[in-house]
Every structure is written in C-alpha cells, then in structure tokens.
C-alpha cells in the first residue's frame, strides 16, 4: 500500500470523496480504541452502537471493492491511536498517512502529534465533509470567550444556504422563529396518538462479550437487540419514518414531557442524533428531505419544518462552532463556582422527585432523554444545586448514545450549566417546579407537592430556584430580561423568604435524600 488512510468511530460519512474510487494501494484503518471506550464510563448502547456501526462500515467498504484493515478491542489492546497508525504504516512501508478531521479537540491534539513527528511518512488531514459551515469559516462567525447568539448565527446559515427563504432575503412564512408555537403541552387525547418509534433489532451478542472479556466499564442497560441505526441505510429509513409520522407534529409537542405513553422516551422526536453524529447521515440530506416532505404535505406546517430545521441548521451547527472557537478554554469554565458532587441517583434514578427519576432512568434504559429532558429536568437541577461541571459533563458524556464532546460540552457546560457566564445562553436556563409541570405530567404523580415552596413535601425545585436566583444575583440580575424576576421576590415577606431559603439549604444539605 501507499497510503493509509484513517477512519474513526465517528467518521463513518459514506459519500466522503475518500471512497468514490477504488485504489488497491489505499489501505483503510478502522480500529475499536481502548482509551476511545474508557475516557468516561459510557452508555453500553453507546458502546454496541459505534462498534457495530464501524463494523457494518467496513463490511460496506470492503464490498465496494476497498481495502479495509479492521482492528477489534482484541488487537489493540495497549496501544494509542497514534502507535496503531505508526505499526500498521510501517508494516505496509506505506509513503501517505491521510486523516479526516476530528470532531473532537482530544483526538486533534493526538492528530497534531502525528503530524509533528519527524520520522513518519507524510500525514495530512483533510475535511470530514459532514458539516454545512467550512471549518475554516467558524472564525468568521464566532468569537472567543465571547457571546454569540444562536438565533444571529442561524438567520445567517438560512441566508446563506437559502434554507426555507421566500426570496429577497425573506424567511418563508415570514418569520424567522415559530418558537412560540413549539410549546405545547400534550393533552389526554393527544397520548394515544404517539407514535411507536422505530426501532432496529441489531444483534450485539458478540460485542457485549468482546465490551465484557475487556472489561470496559459501562452503564445502562441494553438488549440483545440494539434499536439504533447503524448504517446509512437504517439511518435514511429512521429519517423516512420520521418525516412520515413525527414531522407533522415535531415543532409544536418539542418541550413537551409525559410519563403516560409507551412512547414518552421517543415522542415526536427524530431520534437521528446518533446517525448524524457518526455521520451515517448528512445534515443536508436531513434538511433537505424534510423539507421536500413539507412541501408535500398540506398536514406539515410551517412551524414544524421550521422547528426541525433550526435544530439542525442552527443549534448543531452553531454548537460545534462555540465549541472549537473556545476550546481547549471551553473545558475549564466554571464562573458561577459549582463544586457540589453530582448525587448517586443520576447513576441509578432512584430518587422521589418524579420528574428526575423519569428522565435518569429513560436515559439509563435507552441512552437517550430528549432535548428538554436533558436541559430542564437532569440540567436544571445540576444547575439549581450547583454540581461541580466536570462530573456534570462526565455524566452527559457518558450516558447518551449521541454525546460527542464537540456537541455535549457547550450544550452541558454552556447552554444547561451557564458555566461559560452566557457565551451561548442569555440567561441561566434556571426554573422551578411550575415549568416542569407546565410542559409535563410528572408532577401528578410526584411524592413531592409542585404547589408548595417550603414544607417537607414542597417541590426541592421550588425553593431550588429561589436559592440559586438569590446566590446569584449580582451576575444574573444586570439582564434586563430578568429583573422582573427579583421583583416578585422582594414582594414577599421576610418570613416567606427566609423559610424558602431554609428549606433549599435542607435540599442541598440532603440532596442524596431527596
Ligand atoms: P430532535 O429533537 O429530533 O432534533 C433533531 C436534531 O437536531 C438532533 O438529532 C440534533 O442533531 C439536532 N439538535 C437539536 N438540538 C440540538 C442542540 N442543542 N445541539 C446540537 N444539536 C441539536 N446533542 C447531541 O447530539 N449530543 C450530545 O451529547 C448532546 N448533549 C446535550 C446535553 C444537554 C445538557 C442538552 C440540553 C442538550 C444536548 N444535546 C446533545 C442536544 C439535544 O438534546 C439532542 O441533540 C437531541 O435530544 C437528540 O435527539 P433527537 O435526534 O431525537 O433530536
């Protein structure tokens, strides 16, 4: 061979440029990594997904006609991605080592070292070819250690792409956000129309042995079968399913929470994350054919195509920017000084608050919560009780079968955590007890009251919210959009305040009680 070329876990883009000609002396490398499967303990559906992805990648390669070395947990055992790369170049006397770029700044930096060493033969990296912003451009809409507002960013990649604009620079339906028509709880007559998710039914017998003889530590559960795609075709099926049945309903039950559905994990939700992450499936292609999808049917309104596609367009891409533009500085924020350990329950879901029980253990059982789950149910109460960061990020990072750094990070730490100060939130995505039971039907069921602030069966978020509103007010109160906030707690009575604040400090005081 004369060149190798290296394809990492989340690298499996099938159109890549890479594979559209066959070249006998271009040696593929796929390799199941050791630090790869332990940099945190991660869910064993992520494990199975991205292993069993690689697999059928290099199943699919090798039929086309491609050179594919494949190395399970069995071969590398001991060695670093670089020592991997270097062996298997050395031993094929290879001239080339071609890399596509990583997603993650920890693989760049071991990437960087590859580069720099003198005595290898030539390495170069060239593009993943996923995203719709060039890497190259990210400087040109982001700042460092800066704020950058989502809803900027992403009028200006509609623009661009001229993704749903009705000409002269106009978005379709004349609104740019129909974010006010996306939050609608679901109702008794609603639950029954949920549909069932589509799930796959991927035998993973001989990775959870090869996961267990390796004793790689996990968490979760899993099946025998693993329900999420893992090839470009189950992932062009998931996203078929998706426009067909979900699509319709997607932008206005998006915040919305049940516990009383079959279907409360999925709800109208694409479950594509994964197969975008690995890159089974290109964003474009996502976008494109939901919105070929809306353009045919009357039931899809413009508030759905414009929900989903902000999520896409806007908030992955706008991710991934905030996060290489701040990083490796991004991993360090911590302004509001969080340093309380993350409790027990977020590993088991054994807790009496009923909301949080429903969404650790969806995500234990599934490895997946949906966005407002992860943002206002786990988030919020990391962000309310002040978890130390780190252990919040270790968490996020672990457990879902979609969490890449470069897209868990600045949504955990950033957006949910407010530990960047507001580079990416205006305001601390703080509440109590009354959203989640707006957009929820948790608190029915809950052994805590959601009416009450101060008794022992108050909801903890109630008086949660007060006490990191109080502890926090010099920083949070500047912004205009929440000093309507503190005004409601002025109004009340010393004796309420003080009785609020004393039950919240109880919570902390006993949080692995609650
Ligand atoms: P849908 O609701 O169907 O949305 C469609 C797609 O939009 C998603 O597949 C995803 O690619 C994209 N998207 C939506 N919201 C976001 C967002 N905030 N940031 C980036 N992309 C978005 N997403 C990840 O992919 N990996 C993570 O590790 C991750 N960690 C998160 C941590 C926290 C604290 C929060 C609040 C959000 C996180 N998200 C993460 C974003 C979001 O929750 C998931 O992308 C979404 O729940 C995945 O499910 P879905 O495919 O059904 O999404």
Not at 10 to 38: C, M, V
Not at 300 to 326: K, T
Not at 383 to 389: A, C, D, S, V, W
Request: glycine fraction near 4%.
């Amino acid at each position: 061979y004369h060149t190798l070329r290296v394809i990492l876990g989340d690298q499996l883009n099938a159109a890549h440029s890479w594979f559209q000609k066959r070249d006998q002396g271009i040696l593929y490398l796929i390799a199941e990594l050791h630090p790869e499967a332990t940099y945190v303990t991660h869910h064993i559906q992520k494990l199975c997904a991205f292993f069993l992805s690689m697999e059928r990648f290099s199943e699919a390669l090798k039929d086309h006609g491609h050179q594919v070395c494949y190395l399970t947990l069995d071969d590398t055992q001991g060695q670093t991605l670089d020592e991997i790369i270097l062996t298997l170049a050395s031993q094929h006397k290879v001239q080339h080592i071609e890399l596509q770029r990583p997603d993650e700044y920890r693989v760049f930096k071991q990437y960087q070292t590859l580069i720099t060493q003198q005595s290898v033969p030539s390495v170069h990296m060239v593009d993943s070819e996923h995203f719709l912003l060039p890497f190259h451009e990210i400087p040109h809409y982001f700042q460092a250690n800066h704020p950058v507002r989502m809803e900027h960013f992403y009028r200006r990649m509609r623009q661009r792409f001229n993704v749903l604009m009705a000409g002269e620079g106009q978005p379709e339906g004349g609104k740019w956000n129909f974010d006010s028509h996306n939050r609608n709880k679901l109702k008794e007559h609603d639950l029954g129309n949920i549909p069932a998710p589509l799930c796959f039914q991927h035998d993973v017998t001989h990775l959870l042995e090869r996961i267990e003889r390796h004793d790689i530590a996990s968490l979760g559960t899993v099946e025998a079968n693993l329900a999420w795609p893992v090839t470009s075709q189950d992932a062009l099926n998931l996203l078929a399913f998706f426009c067909e049945h979900l699509l319709p309903n997607f932008g206005r039950f998006q915040d919305a929470m049940t516990h009383r559905s079959p279907h409360s994990w999925s709800l109208y939700h694409s479950r594509l994350s994964f197969a975008l992450n690995s890159k089974l499936i290109s964003p474009k292609h996502v976008i494109k054919a939901a919105i070929t999808q809306y353009e045919r049917n009357d039931a899809i309104d413009i508030a759905q195509i414009e929900g989903f596609v902000r999520q896409i367009l806007g908030w992955r891409e706008y991710m991934r920017g905030m996060y290489w533009i701040n990083m490796p500085n991004y991993r360090q924020q911590n302004v509001l000084k969080a340093e309380r350990d993350l409790p027990r329950y977020f590993w088991h879901g054994h807790t009496k608050m009923h909301c949080l029980a429903s969404a650790i253990g969806q995500s234990l059982h599934y490895a997946y919560a949906h966005h407002i789950q992860r943002l206002m149910v786990t988030g919020n109460f990391c962000l309310l009780t002040g978890i130390q960061p780190d252990q919040v990020d270790e968490w996020y990072l672990g457990i879902y079968i979609d969490a890449l750094e470069w897209v868990e990070l600045p949504n955990t730490r950033g957006m949910s955590q407010f530990a960047d100060g507001g580079w990416i939130a205006s305001k601390p995505y703080a509440a109590s007890g009354s959203y989640t039971q707006k957009m929820s039907d948790y608190c029915n069921n809950c052994h805590y009251n959601v009416k009450e602030k101060v008794s022992e069966k108050a909801c903890p978020f109630n008086s949660l919210y007060w006490h990191f509103m109080i502890k926090h007010r010099s920083r949070i109160a500047t912004n205009p959009r929440i000093g309507m906030i503190y005004g409601n707690w002025d109004k009340q009575s010393k004796e309420q305040k003080h009785a609020i604040l004393a039950r919240a400090e109880w919570c902390l005081d006993h949080i692995e009680a609650l």
